[in-house]
């Protein structure tokens, strides 16, 4: 078979098996399909069916499928990021800047701490940190990993328990939000490379200039324009961020802050996440599971995983209850609170493949990070589906 054909056997395989086991195993209560896609890639990768049957793996998934691959992921993961930063609505959360600081700074800051903890134990052992990183950015990204919310698979869930438009589900964007834009600024120090920082320095400056001159422009267009002008802005924002050495992701995210959601339909942006995840993400997803590696971590890494979920949802409970407490919330409410905001898969893998391929942590972590990836967002739905039952009048809380 030439590489044509075996690149389309690879697409049967990954749009193909983890629908039929999110459709027939019936999962989405447990297990919304992007997990199942990630599940599929970890089980189709090298740790597992590369072990298992290796020959089959390197004839399905040789260098030159698995690099049309990582092309269509990024390219995919690209425009969604650009999105979840389109989406960032800081004058409501400039509005109601009080509770939502100290939400966002507890849910954030809390996690971190803990998950910096344990980063710190893990430093102890010889194969976690990666072979380009300082002990700080080891210690910075795996801790923020532990903290991060992803925004864009939030909406998805809030969405599915029917308070994406309420005032509840209004209030945790707002925190979901100041969050994002945290993350992205705590990864580009930790990317901060001094041997490049004028070339760093040279993309923010240029880039604020730029973004002055595109906002004018984008003011005076159509919406039929605006799309293919936000797409050129989005390659040449990913291409000039990783020029400077702080990765196309970073760029993709400050490419979409600087627009304004009003600019768009907002059923235009919806169906456009809605076709990227049906058409695109599934690649990325199971891509990602493909880098999963228990090479020189063994049975450890499960146990990576465990203290680190246990970092992530102690930490992110324990810093909402605390704004809880601050903020006079009613009885319940920071527990559907924390446990949305504990919703990991998207964004956090984004993350955490960014410090892979830096070399900031190797695959043994970047596997017991994933896992734990994906065990926060297995429990989300299962934790606060019966929680939202009893306390409805959340809902209509509007703050």
């Known amino acids: 078979m030439g590489t044509t054909e075996i ?31 990630i599940i599929t890639g970890v089980l189709l990768g090298p740790g597992i069916l590369g072990r298992a049957y290796p020959e ?4 399905v998934f040789n260098p030159q499928v698995t690099g049309a ?23 409501k959360a400039w509005e109601h800047r009080r509770e939502s600081v100290i939400t966002a700074s ?3 800051g809390t996690p971190l701490l803990f998950g910096c903890v344990a980063a710190l134990g893990m430093l102890g052992y010889v194969g976690w940190k990666g072979a380009r990183a300082a002990d700080w950015q080891f210690v910075m990204g795996v801790g923020m990993a532990c903290a991060v919310t992803a925004l864009p698979i939030l ?18 964007l707002r925190y979901a939000s100041l969050d994002d834009v945290a993350i992205w600024g705590v ?17 923010l400056f240029g880039f604020v200039a730029a973004a002055w001159g595109f906002r004018k422009l984008m003011g005076r267009l159509e919406e039929r324009d605006r799309w293919p002008v936000a797409l050129i802005w989005l390659a ?84 909402v209850r605390i704004a809880g407490r601050i903020l006079n919330w009613g009885p319940g409410e920071a527990s559907v609170i924390g446990w949305l905001l504990q919703t990991k898969a998207l964004i956090m893998i984004i993350f955490v493949n960014i410090l892979l391929d ?16 994906i065990g926060s967002t297995m429990l989300t739905t299962p934790m606060v589906a019966p929680k939202l039952r009893r306390v409805m009048q959340l809902v209509t809380r509007a703050s």
């Open 56 to 59: 089959y793996y390197r004839f």
């Open 155 to 172: 909406i998805l869930l809030m969405e599915k328990l029917a308070i994406l438009r309420e005032p509840i589900g209004q209030r945790i």
């Open 7 to 37: 690149f389309l056997l690879a697409m049967l395989i990954i749009l193909t098996l983890p629908w039929l086991v999110w459709r027939i195993g019936g999962t989405d209560y447990y297990a919304p399909l992007v997990i199942v896609q």
């Open 358 to 373: 830096k070399g900031l942590i190797t695959s043994a972590t970047f596997t017991a990070l994933l896992l734990m990836a």
């Open 236 to 319: 040449a924002c990913a291409l000039a961020a990783d020029w400077a050495g702080l990765h196309f992701m970073v760029g993709a995210f400050l490419a979409g802050v600087v627009m304004d959601a009003h600019w768009f339909d907002q059923r235009n942006m919806d169906l456009l996440r809605h076709h990227l995840l049906l058409t695109l993400m599934p690649v990325y997803f199971l891509s990602t599971g493909l880098k999963t590696s228990w090479e020189g971590g063994g049975a450890a890494v499960f146990l990576a995983a465990g203290v680190l979920l246990a970092a992530s949802v102690a930490g992110k409970l324990i810093g």
């Open 69 to 91: 691959l990582s092309g269509i992921a990024w390219w995919s993961v690209m425009i969604f990021v650009m999105i979840a930063g389109i989406e960032l609505d800081l004058k």
């Open 187 to 203: 990864l580009a120090v930790i990317l901060l490379d001094w041997t490049r920082v004028g070339r760093q320095a040279g993309f």
């Open 106 to 108: 507890l849910a954030l």
